[in-house]
């Protein structure tokens, strides 16, 4: 199983990438057999986008790009890896969920936080945000935002 592929790789510059606005990508397979997994899609509308595209009976990994308020002044970005373990996907696809989010992990190696999702409320922006805040160090806000 690689996740390596030319266009994993670009998708995840893009989202990496001051100058692309593109902000999330979604890796899942590319069938109901199998173990192939393939970029499922790209966006530029953040956590409710990508949450959006996710299939509760499905297994899949996304990457995404979070930019917040540091204080009147600044902005961050941080980003998150989602290991989205959909609540009616096939029990086999869960079991290998771990081993597979360790070798996606390997190729979208950058983020701050990991996010294991089974819902779409798990990937509500401000909850995710509050997360990256814990994760990030310095907190402007006296730990409100």
Do not use: C
């Amino acid at each position: 199983m690689s996740v390596s592929t030319p266009d994993i790789l670009a998708a995840y510059d893009a989202v990496r990438s001051d100058k692309d606005e593109t902000n999330w990508l979604l890796i899942s397979y590319a069938g109901n057999v199998g173990n192939k997994l393939e970029l499922s899609g790209t966006g530029s509308g953040g956590l409710s986008e990508l949450a959006a595209k996710l299939d509760p009976t499905q297994v899949a990994y996304a990457y995404v790009r979070v930019e917040y308020a540091n204080d009147a002044e600044s902005k961050r970005v941080k980003f998150a890896f989602v290991v989205w373990i959909g609540e009616n996907a096939k029990v086999m696809r869960k079991a290998r969920a771990g081993i597979e989010a360790g070798e996606v992990k390997k190729v979208l190696s950058h983020f701050s936080v990991q996010i294991d999702a089974g819902e779409k409320g798990d990937l509500d922006e401000g909850e995710v945000v509050k997360r990256l805040r814990k994760a990030g160090g310095a907190d402007y806000n006296g730990g409100r935002g």
